[in-house]
């Protein structure tokens, strides 16, 4: 996505340290303009349509960010204090495990209500897990399916079959049985996919504009690719939530324009922009001037998201390591970073974990000049034969991504690679390159963890095992599927100890790049902008987004 696939989390200490050092302007609903006042409109310019609404299917950032005012999770983090902090949402607390692990008991809160006034209830929640296992209800992320005992070969709802590891003995408990066991499974059940979806409003794979509520607002309409507009839930009470609020009577999200023109609108903070903020980055083209304009300071988001820009090689069609090494050291990462911003945008990267997350292993098995190392670069195409080929290269159809379409294919003409451009449509790039018919030889990624560790990076990109099981859903990208890196996945997972695990994903990123499986190109930072007239804004290094959650208008 020009935004992420998933969330972003750092370590507690790492966070505390980005956030002192990078989070400009916001910091805390006080700290963005004084305290919160009721009504008013909240305008978001976004260049592009979301994938999905429906919380079972959305595994981007910007839609993920809105869900979070439509609908609630089992837990959630809240963002007011020096660093995120897990806490029950639906639930009463962040859950209680079994000593092993491998059960999780949560009980709701009372009080809950849907956008009809129905409680909420663990059957619900039930529903909603459940009818993500469905094929029609794909996109989304792939935990529920490894973990829960049956989730393998569990087909949804739809045809009347339940889900036994899931239990609900009451309306208020829901207790989780897994296959293994799970320390941090509670920080997965703060992903949407986790939350509640009452079975007589679910519309299948129209839900995304049929999202049914029990956050502080809900749909008012939907128009795909041009507006989508939320109005206040009257039965939500602030007395059952601990992290949102329900300032503003109305988001207006505007998709559409191009990002630049986005940036310059609400840089000039004109009347209509003054009430405004984003959910893409500032373009490339742009953030520079931003992000070194001191009039704009109060206004300029600088988000620590420390995930990955990368280029993922696939292994399937090109099959000489010679070669995929070769493009390891031919891209020019300097010229890269300029198309995405430059130093603005974030780090020159070597791993695919990044700095913060837990099993990141400081390396780099390639070039240390940015710019690359053209003659390492041609003197391994020579022992592969000079091969002479032309290879695709999905990318976003936005200004940035044409800029950085081609640096690379600037960069690899220099080994005699030519590179055939394919721009995608950015509401539809994912859905694309995820899905095994639309294989292309090298793709644009970028990916940032769903919570930190590195649990949730490595084995999703990387474990070829789940490449034919998710034929529409594919998260990786390099189409690799090694032996040992599967074999690491398989050991990681059943370490206990933190220390040993996280070491053996150390291992694991050192054996992906010596496979030459992917190029990583920079540890992201996301930068945004806000009108003057919006207040309540704080950087959500969760979810790499300005958090909406405490908005407000100034009036």
Request: hydrophobic share 35%; with cysteine.
């Amino acid at each position: 996505m020009t935004r992420t696939r998933r969330t972003v989390a750092l370590s507690v200490s790492a966070l505390a340290v980005a956030l002192g050092a990078t989070a400009c302007g916001g910091g805390s609903a006080a700290d963005a303009g004084g305290s919160p006042v009721k009504g008013g409109t909240l305008t978001i310019l976004d260049s592009a349509d979301y994938d999905h609404l429906d919380p079972q299917r959305t595994y981007y950032t910007q839609p993920d960010s809105t869900d979070e005012l439509l609908v609630r999770t089992l837990t959630t983090w809240d963002e007011t204090g020096a660093r995120p902090k897990l806490v029950g949402d639906l639930a009463t607390s962040t859950g209680t495990p079994s000593k092993d692990d491998t059960t999780w008991t949560f009980h709701l809160r009372p009080g809950i209500k849907w956008q009809d006034g129905s409680d909420v209830t663990a059957q619900d929640v039930k529903y909603g897990i459940e009818r993500g296992f469905s094929g029609d209800i794909n996109g989304g992320p792939p935990y529920a399916a490894q973990w829960l005992v049956g989730g393998g070969s569990y087909k949804g709802p739809y045809g009347g079959k339940q889900l036994a590891s899931i239990q609900t003995p009451d309306q208020s408990t829901i207790v989780f049985h897994l296959s293994r066991p799970v320390a941090d499974f509670n920080e997965a059940t703060a992903m949407t996919n986790w939350s509640a979806v009452p079975k007589a409003h679910d519309t299948g794979s129209t839900y995304d504009t049929h999202v049914w509520s029990d956050g502080p607002y809900m749909i008012q309409s939907y128009t795909h690719n041009k507006e989508l507009v939320l109005v206040r839930n009257k039965y939500w009470k602030q007395s059952t939530d601990p992290v949102r609020e329900q300032n503003v009577d109305e988001f207006d999200v505007k998709f559409g324009q191009d990002q630049s023109a986005i940036d310059q609108q609400i840089k000039s903070d004109g009347p209509a922009a003054q009430t405004a903020t984003m959910q893409y980055p500032i373009a490339g083209s742009d953030l520079n001037s931003i992000a070194n304009d001191p009039t704009l300071k109060s206004r300029y988001y600088k988000i620590p998201a420390p995930g990955i820009n990368y280029l993922a090689i696939n292994q399937n069609t090109v099959k000489n390591l010679k070669v995929r090494q070769a493009i390891e050291y031919a891209i020019d990462k300097a010229t890269v970073r300029g198309a995405f911003g430059g130093a603005a945008y974030g780090e020159y990267a070597s791993t695919m974990l990044s700095p913060g997350i837990g099993g990141y292993k400081k390396f780099n098995l390639y070039s240390t000049d940015p710019a690359g190392d053209l003659t390492k670069a041609k003197a391994l195409m020579r022992q592969a034969g000079n091969p002479k080929p032309t290879l695709s290269l999905a990318v976003e159809e936005t200004p940035t991504q044409e800029h950085f379409a081609d640096a690379v294919k600037t960069s690899l003409a220099r080994i005699g690679i030519d590179v055939n451009i394919v721009p995608i449509q950015t509401a539809n790039y994912f859905s694309t390159v995820d899905n095994l018919k639309n294989q292309y030889d090298l793709t644009w990624g970028d990916w940032i963890a769903d919570w930190p560790n590195a649990s949730t990076v490595l084995p999703t990109l990387f474990d070829g095992r789940l490449i034919a099981k998710n034929p529409q859903a594919n998260q990786d990208l390099s189409y690799l599927n090694d032996p040992k890196v599967n074999a690491m996945i398989d050991k990681a997972a059943k370490t206990t100890d933190l220390t040993r695990r996280n070491a053996i994903y150390g291992d694991m990123d050192e054996q992906i790049m010596k496979d030459a499986a992917v190029v990583p190109l920079m540890y992201m930072d996301f930068s945004e902008l806000a009108g003057s007239k919006v207040g309540g804004i704080i950087p959500d290094p969760i979810l790499a987004e300005p958090s909406l959650v405490h908005v407000y208008v100034k009036h």
